[in-house]
């Protein structure tokens, strides 16, 4: 703490060594950030406002916090019991991870309050499992192309490092920021320090939530320079109309509702006082994580085959980047054709906004390339296509797009999310089976692996090489997963096999490479190093991250020793 004038210097030294920090001053609206600079150890002091470190309105001024007591005892951050609270993630396994707290927490953070206890309580609706689960699935429509987890699982998040976490404390004990639907100090990623969300309603809530981690990863507000709009509230009608996540969608006055469709932005609309590339801040190294891998082949060489039972179509998709395409590919027997693209829709019971972020185009191509026939709407998000087809093979194209412009819907630019495929094909006679992924490269020391099989009709499977096992019968029908153990691969060589399945005429493969193992060339230490004759060189390779290459060379009698190395790595002397 300053005194005269009171203050407060905070920070936060991150898992890469560097110092985040923030200077705030009582009663005034300046303040200053303390950052490391990138290439050494010296801070910048940098001038700036309250309203760019924190999620408050341009021209807040500063008001400290009680100070806690540092000689009473404080409860560390913990949540309160609740039941019925549904464990989701919409990235299992991701490195970093979003968490949606829902059920209470105690928050001692130097950050909020002055490191006074706030005993947050309970979301009123926490018991509710429908509205949780509403809730994360809009959130995550919003997180959908990047590679982040997000969930309401406490035990995923407490086991992911402090670096690669947020934590969103969702409640309606708004003390961190008074009066305010939420808060969050911007570039707070993964330094551990919570951002909250104080707005209730299912849409409310979950937009906050958005909002409020994209101050985390270092967006500002979308507002316009017009009247002082600090935040955007979004413009349009209907299933089109749009705003920014880092506006305030639910504030809209010039609309009797919500808007339907909210995303990242940069700027398009008129009069927007923030240009700012939201997708590629968030996606940036300073965050750690990026975007999702492809999960649909993106050409018409790669496409994925659509998944049927019978005639009917199931599948689904993200569209990760507006450069994304995901193809499909089907085999019909002719007749009328459906194929319905349906972006996300809640369903639910407390707003109409479906939730989606993503508005489809979609092409029908034919075999030799040619494009049969394009759908792209103009007043709705999902879109479909019913005409005759012949028999032969086909197939469809799925990308994000735009409705309207930026000032009367929105562009391409964030057009990004989840998406469904159903429908129905004639197939009489055409027997299906895909596998997915159709290759897989996996590590020297093996291990045990499994990929997804789509089929209408009963199928069998042979292998290439004896260091591929699997227990899986033959034959078998529908959609299975198959799971097939590597055995060790003793060499440096890399070595591939091959996994076929087969129905009918029809063979799909499923290719394997494995890594060749890591041989040391030197020993690691002075006990086991190589020795070096006089008068004579030799080389090596540092194989793996931390490897150390020892050398020894024995000296005879008394004299000038002079060694000459070269190559990329450092050389030391012991």
């Known amino acids: 703490d300053i005194a005269e004038p009171a203050g407060r210097f905070q920070g936060t030294f991150m898992s890469s060594g560097k110092l985040r920090a923030e200077f705030f001053i009582e009663g005034q609206a300046i303040a200053f950030a303390v950052n490391s600079l990138p290439d050494d150890d010296r801070w910048a002091l940098v001038e700036t406002v309250v309203s760019a470190l924190l999620c408050r309105p341009p021209g807040t001024v500063y008001t400290k916090a009680e100070k806690a007591d540092p000689t009473q005892p404080q409860p560390a951050d913990e949540n309160l019991p609740q039941s019925a609270l549904p464990i989701l993630n919409s990235v299992p396994g991701a490195a970093y991870v979003l968490y949606c707290d829902f059920d209470g927490e105690t928050v001692t953070h130097p950050k909020w309050n002055g490191g006074v206890l706030i005993n947050a309580a309970p979301h009123p609706d926490a018991n509710n499992a429908t509205f949780v689960a509403n809730v994360w699935k809009r959130v995550s429509e919003d997180f959908a192309p990047f590679a982040i987890n997000v969930t309401t699982d406490r035990s995923v998040f407490n086991a992911t490092p402090t670096f690669r ?45 958005s909002h409020e981690v994209g101050h985390t990863l270092g967006l500002g507000h979308d507002g316009r320079n017009i009247n002082g709009d600090a935040y955007y509230g979004g413009h349009g009608s209907g299933a089109v109309s749009w705003a920014p996540i880092m506006g305030a969608p639910w504030s809209d006055e010039s609309s009797a509702s919500d808007e339907d469709v909210t995303q990242w932005s940069r700027g398009e609309y008129a009069n927007a006082n923030n240009t700012q590339d939201d997708l590629a801040i968030i996606a940036g190294t300073s965050n750690g994580f990026g975007y999702r891998a492809d999960d649909i082949g993106g050409t018409q060489a790669a496409a994925s085959p659509l998944k049927f039972t019978g005639s009917a179509v199931s599948d689904a998709g993200i569209i990760e980047r507006s450069t994304d395409f995901d193809w499909f590919s089907f085999t019909t027997s002719g007749g009328s054709v459906t194929l319905n693209v349906n972006t996300v829709n809640i369903n639910s019971t407390q707003t109409p906004q479906p939730g989606a972020n993503l508005a489809v185009t979609l092409q029908l191509v034919n075999s030799s390339g040619t494009v049969l026939q394009t759908v792209n709407p103009t007043s709705t998000l999902s879109a479909s296509i019913a005409t005759n087809l012949t028999a032969g093979s086909y197939f469809l194209k799925i990308n994000g797009a735009a409705r309207g412009t930026g000032s009367t819907g929105f562009t391409t630019y964030a057009s990004l999310g989840q998406y469904t495929v159903t429908g129905s094909v004639p197939r009489t006679g055409v027997a299906t089976l895909a596998v997915s992924p159709t290759n897989r490269t996996v590590p020297a020391q093996g291990g045990a692996f499994e990929f997804s099989v789509n089929s209408d009709t009963s199928w069998s499977w042979g292998k290439d090489s004896a260091w591929v096992t699997s227990g899986e019968t033959t034959p078998q029908t529908g959609i299975q997963t198959f799971s097939y153990t590597i055995g060790a691969n003793p060499g440096a060589t890399p070595r591939t096999a091959t996994i076929t399945l087969t129905a009918g005429g029809v063979s799909v493969t499923h290719q394997i490479e494995q890594q060749g193992s890591v041989i040391d060339d030197h020993g690691n230490s002075t006990a086991n190093a190589t020795l070096v004759a006089a008068n004579s060189s030799t080389a090596g390779n540092i194989e793996t991250a931390g490897d150390q290459d020892f050398f020894r060379i024995e000296i005879a009698s008394t004299g000038i020793l002079m060694v000459e190395t070269s190559g990329s790595t450092d050389t030391y002397g012991y």
């Open 165 to 209: 976490r947020v934590h969103c404390i969702i409640t309606p004990t708004d003390i961190a920021a008074p009066g305010s639907g939420g808060v969050a100090y911007l570039n707070s990623f993964g330094d551990g320090t919570p951002c909250w969300t104080f707005n209730q309603s299912e849409y409310g809530c979950a937009e906050t939530i």
